[in-house]
């Protein structure tokens, strides 16, 4: 008897799961991204074609809510007081907590990026790409593409000296019908292509690095999820690395420099490499395969925090070891707890998470 009774102890003592609860909640519908600055929490939530952009202060107090009419995605960047929305149909700025845009263009095919605390936004049509700064254009560079080759917009980017991009070129085959290869591209700004190189796979993407070009694929032929690292004068590959045989690990979600060395996200896993591309560790993430794709992960210091909202809890791992620092396990209330968890993400900074349900966003302290 005094055996069950102890071991009924040790399981309320160490086998509960110890929840914390949340310190502030705030009304906002189908949150589906947060932005966070030392001085603004920006909630943007809605579906396709409808959305809403709500813009807070760091004490909860709500500044401005912005309502964006955009067919299919968005994608937002903020710079200082300003936040600029760029989807399908225009790129949109305000300067906050004004109501009305200080810009707004009819500019379709965008890609929409900050570098080197510069907004950039980048126009494609078919021949010519224009690079603006705000409503200034910067550049505009005229690329010599036949009438039959696409330019790939998404991935693509200008890191102040040279642009970066995918492009499809129809090739003619033995067969009747044309075929095509992916090529990566790098042009100045004047126009000269500065260096090319052919795609090994139709899913290989480009990635913005300090010093170099990531790029990454899944081989079918060789069946390994492969990444590599570029120069970016040249194009050729400073090194590759093997992350492993499963397609998903071919699709990058996210890469972050660390010092030397570089922390990715996969839809299957995190890898940790130095600065050759050596693994120095790999962790897979505990969540569902379905939406792992859209769970964005926050690093601060040598802290990575990863979100494992299927089971409402934080993972904190330490970045040099790939070691699990703790696990945090948060409640929300019954009522504003939501079956469908696709797209959710979590929202971190460096003092606070936010958990968003199908009507409003909770706070959490670490």
Not at 235 to 262: A, P, Q, R, V
Not at 357 to 362: A, G, L, P, R, Y
Request: charged share 25%; glycine share 4%; hydrophobic share 35%.
């Amino acid at each position: 008897m005094k055996r069950i009774l102890f071991a009924l102890i040790l399981i309320l003592l160490f086998g509960c799961k110890k929840k914390i609860k949340p310190i502030a909640s705030m009304e906002v519908e189908n949150v589906r991204e947060f932005i966070t600055t030392d001085k603004y929490l920006i909630l943007v939530g809605g579906s396709f074609g409808k959305y809403q952009i709500n813009i807070y202060d760091r004490n909860n107090r709500k500044l401005a809510k912005y309502d964006i009419k955009q067919a299919g995605s968005i994608s937002t960047v903020i710079n200082g007081d300003t936040i600029y929305v760029s989807g399908s149909e225009s790129l949109i700025a305000y300067l906050i907590p004004n109501n009305l845009p200080i810009l707004d263009v009819d500019k379709r095919n965008y890609s929409l990026s900050i570098s080197n605390g510069r907004v950039q936004y980048l126009f494609f049509t078919k021949h010519r790409v224009d690079i603006m700064n705000f409503n200034n254009k910067i550049h505009s560079i005229l690329i010599p593409i036949a009438d039959s080759n696409t330019i790939e917009p998404y991935r693509s980017f200008f890191d102040g000296n040279n642009l970066f991009f995918k492009s499809y070129e129809h090739v003619d085959t033995r067969e009747k019908e044309k075929s095509f290869v992916t090529f990566l591209n790098c042009y100045d700004t004047i126009g000269k292509q500065v260096w090319k190189r052919p795609a090994e796979e139709l899913i290989d993407d480009l990635y913005n690095g300090k010093k170099g070009l990531f790029r990454s694929n899944f081989n079918e032929t060789t069946n390994k999820s492969m990444l590599f690292y570029l120069d970016k004068k040249s194009g050729n590959t400073i090194w590759e690395t093997e992350l492993s045989t499963k397609i998903l690990d071919g699709y990058i979600c996210w890469i972050e420099s660390i010092n030397t060395n570089f922390l990715v996200k996969t839809c299957d896993n995190f890898y940790f490499l130095d600065s050759k591309g050596i693994i120095l560790w790999s962790k897979k993430q505990k969540t569902t395969t379905i939406d792992v794709y859209y769970k964005m992960p926050h690093t601060s210091g040598d802290t990575l925090f990863y979100d494992n909202k299927d089971n409402e809890s934080i993972t904190l791992i330490n970045i040099n070891t790939g070691q699990d620092i703790k696990t945090i396990y948060y409640e929300i209330p019954e009522e504003d707890k939501i079956a469908d968890k696709l797209f959710e993400n979590i929202g971190f900074d460096k003092n606070y998470f936010y958990v968003p349900t199908k009507e409003k966003v909770f706070k959490f302290s670490y």
